[in-house]
């Protein structure tokens, strides 16, 4: 059974930085997409964003570019999201997702299917 474990969520003050780290069992993360959701309170989920090929492929949403980074480790199966210039729009829980996985709980994003996710971790920026 595929596993996702997110960590590194937190609460920061505006202009503040945080990385999330997101460690995989039972797949490889080096071979497969991977992806960054965020939801806050009343919102749908949305994807934040994705890499491939060990960052061969990025894809950023609109309000984070510029400000987040994501990246990944192959020797340790971890995927990460550095967030930097946080803002109070940045406050939400986030996701982290692998491609494939279950049709029932899965989103598209870029053109890819996640439906493998960790529990999530909670971001909190104050102003």
């Known amino acids: 059974q595929v596993q996702l474990v997110e960590s590194g969520g937190g609460s920061v003050q505006t202009g503040g930085s945080l990385r999330l780290s997101c460690a995989a069992s039972r797949y490889t993360v080096s071979r497969n997409y991977m992806a960054w959701f965020r939801q806050a309170p009343g919102k749908e989920r949305e994807g934040v964003a994705r890499i491939y090929s060990d960052g061969g492929s990025t894809k950023y949403a609109d309000s984070v570019k510029g400000r987040f980074t994501i990246s990944q480790d192959n020797t340790k199966n971890t995927v990460y999201l550095q967030m930097n210039n946080l803002t109070p729009e940045d406050t939400a829980m986030y996701y982290c997702?692998?491609?494939?996985?279950?049709?029932?709980?899965?989103?598209?994003?870029?053109?890819?299917?996640?439906?493998?996710w960790g529990q999530g971790t909670q971001v909190t920026v104050s102003s």
């Open positions: 997702a692998a491609a494939g996985g279950p049709a029932a709980n899965g989103i598209w994003y870029g053109g890819v299917f996640f439906g493998y």
